[in-house]
């Protein structure tokens, strides 16, 4: 998968967030094959403050794992805080890209894309590379393509809910609205099954975090996903079979024996 | 001078952004400021003099999905 000019060895992207330990995020992580994992900033504490040191032991662990960081900017309600928080995170991340989230309603975490457009080309205008965290929309696709926007990614199904993909139609249109335009489900993964699915569908790649983190066996759903992923892809790549509504007999009739 | 830092009041001697750092134990941390909702590349934090009442965020890695 080629995108923003690098090509990435991985069609899997992972999160760091809401594993059990930091020890078996990295080996998560790793056992994931991920070559990208997404990052995000809050307040850091100073010396003496309860919490100190805690985002820079985090980043230790991150820079050691020598892959690609996005961070986020997760939490944000607005083109300002979106704007603002993309400006820190380059400057503490040392990257142009940044997953573009501006959150537009709290109990589905669904993107307000009339403000993601706004600041996709604000930021865009100012250097970064834009990896936008939207809904199915088409329009709003093109949009955020006009802003300036390289990669494209629509959501599976709200963020954290493991639903699979719950609008299959429309992100098969989108794949086929957009053939050369990289593009990802990102959010609402819960199961290998899913995101097999998802690059089934001949999407580039899948960003989840959730469902390996919050799994029994981090390691081991990560190591499952990495399969599922690899699977989909060797499947969208080998040109699936057409479904049919009735049975076709796979075993050939010539020659049957007439016992009646 | 009493400012907001995160949120929170904290009363320090230093003037600009840059010395807040220092003053507050953030001298090697990998961070991004702001002042006043815009944001201060660290080339700019001496430059960047504060007042009474000022808001300064000091951001660093998180975890994130």
Known sequence: MRVYGVELPSRLLLGTALYPSPAIMTEAIRASGAAVVTVSLRRESGAGEQGAGAGQRFWDLVRDLGLRVLPNTAGCHSVKEAVLTAQMAREVFGTPWIKLEVTGDDDTLQPDVFALVEAARILTADGFQVFPYTTEDLVVAGRLLDAGCEVLMPWGAPIGSGRGLNNPYALRSMRAHFPNVPLVVDAGIGLPSHAAAAMELGYDAVLLNTAVAKAGDPVAMAGAMRRAVEAGRMAYEADPMEARDMAAPSTPVFGTAAFA | ?65
């Open chain 2, 1 to 65: 001078m009493n400012i907001v830092v995160n949120g929170k009041p904290r009363s320090v001697a230093a003037t600009n952004l840059a010395e807040v750092l220092v003053e507050l134990g953030y001298t090697n941390a990998r961070v991004a400021t702001a002042h006043d909702s815009e944001f201060v590349p660290a080339e700019r934090r001496a430059a960047c003099r504060l007042k009474e009442g000022d808001k300064v965020e000091i951001l660093g890695p998180m975890q994130g999905g």
